[in-house]
């Protein structure tokens, strides 16, 4: 079993950075039943990247930002890892860019992870792997997407749920710190089921690629925009995501019940309070943001604690658990510590 | 597992459609209130009544209630 138990590793910030065009859902959504939508994903608004804004735009202004307000030299950061679905070229890697554009040193580490909903906590474990032994002290994971770009304005299975988003989260070796546990899971069979066919080598760009065709029920897209199997992406979350924060408590001895927020990825409403009521976890333990952001992909578990938590973050100790969920089909869950990190204001570019 | 309860708990799903218009043989894509949302909570119903993970193809595959009711209880046992 994936099961991880990481030491010396501690989260010293998060910051987040969402473009400033914001859609009000009601007005996105131009079918039929949008207040049946509406009440039933909780989605209210999202943030639409600009033609020319990509993933790396946000995160790179959200590190920035954040290194900034830590006080940190960049010279001392050894390793950056980025995690998308919508990285800047198909080739190369972004990481190398951003190191580049955030003036690190070329002695920095850098990869890029392709993983969805559940790529932060991924990504977490990653970096946290490399950074336990010391010989990295300082580390930036970046995480976000712009899946509105990868959606057709014509699907309604998917234009009006997803947010653009990009994240920075700050680690340091400590040796004080409890450790971060983790736990993960995969699911290939289900590969298609959140899927952009074309644009890879399986399939490569011809001229019907970018031909629009019509599903029907209000559906119209090319092979270049994302589908979603919404139905097996929610019965996939309502079974797993509860199954895995169980598998964490479980195997790492953690009581639930001392567990300050419970931070999971914002897929939609119904998918989410499903998950957190059959975890029986309170209201108050467990935050939102997708009805301002809608579905930001990796960026969400971060974003979340980022403009819901600002304050306890800022000035606690919390116990966390994160579950993220989603494209793979692919699913983890860390627990983690924080205590008085810094967290700049939410940055709007 | 009994058909009537699984037709009543897939009944209880709509709010607008009255529970007497839904039986075994009811074509239940037919039916005004239908949508992908209530797909959802179908496949929700499944899950917490049942303990079943219904998946996309299940639903799109099937025509009538007892389509549905015959997936869970193969899944069931």
């Known amino acids: 079993m994936a099961f991880l138990a990481i030491n010396n590793v501690k989260i010293s910030g998060m910051a987040a950075c969402v473009p400033s065009t914001n859609d009000s859902i009601s007005e996105v959504y131009k079918w039929n039943g949008a207040d049946n939508f509406l009440s039933t994903t909780g989605i209210k608004a999202r943030r639409r990247s600009k033609p020319d804004q990509t993933t790396s735009d946000l995160c790179y202004a959200a590190a920035e930002r954040l290194i900034n307000d830590l006080g940190w030299e960049k010279a001392e950061i050894d390793a950056l890892v980025f995690v998308t679905q919508t990285p800047d070229y198909i080739s190369p890697a972004t990481s190398p860019i951003l190191q580049q554009r955030l003036g690190l040193p070329s002695t920095c580490y850098t990869l890029d992870i392709s993983l969805g909903c559940s790529g932060w906590v991924y990504a977490m474990s990653v970096i946290s792997s490399l950074m336990q032994n010391g010989t990295i002290r300082k580390g930036l994971l970046l995480a976000g997407d712009t899946i509105v770009k990868v959606c057709s304005p014509e699907d309604k299975s998917t234009f009006p749920l997803f947010g653009d988003a990009g994240t920075a989260t700050a680690l340091e070796y400590n040796e004080n710190v409890s450790p971060i546990n983790y736990v993960f899971n995969t699911d290939g069979e289900g590969y298609d089921a959140i899927i952009i066919p074309d644009g890879g080598y399986r399939n490569p760009i011809t001229e019907n690629s970018l031909k629009y065709i019509e599903e029907g029920d209000g559906i119209r897209r090319t092979p270049v925009h994302v589908i979603l199997d919404g139905m097996s992406v929610f019965s996939f979350g309502i079974t797993k995501a509860p199954k895995s924060v169980k598998q964490l408590a479980e195997h790492f001895d953690i009581d639930l019940d001392s567990v300050d927020l419970f931070t999971f990825h914002q897929a939609n409403m119904m998918m989410n309070e499903k998950i957190r009521k059959k975890l029986k976890l309170p209201e108050e333990k467990v935050p939102y943001s997708m009805d301002e952001f809608a579905n930001t992909s990796c960026a969400s578990i971060p974003l979340t604690l980022v403009t819901r938590e600002a304050c306890k973050l800022r000035n606690g100790k919390l116990r966390h658990v994160a579950c993220g969920f989603g494209v793979g089909l692919s699913w983890g869950s860390a627990y983690f510590e924080t205590n008085r990190i810094c967290v700049p204001d939410l940055i709007e570019i | ?77």
């Open chain 2, 1 to 77: 597992m009994e058909i009537n309860e699984f037709v009543a708990n897939f009944a209880n799903q709509f709010e607008d459609t009255d529970a007497s218009e839904i039986t075994a043989a009811t074509e239940f894509k037919t039916l005004d209130e239908w949508s992908s949302l209530l797909a959802l909570a179908v496949i929700a119903m499944a899950d917490e009544e049942y303990e079943v993970t219904l998946k996309g193809d299940d639903i799109r595959n099937a025509t009538t209630v007892e389509d549905i009711f015959n997936v869970v209880k193969s899944r069931k046992q």
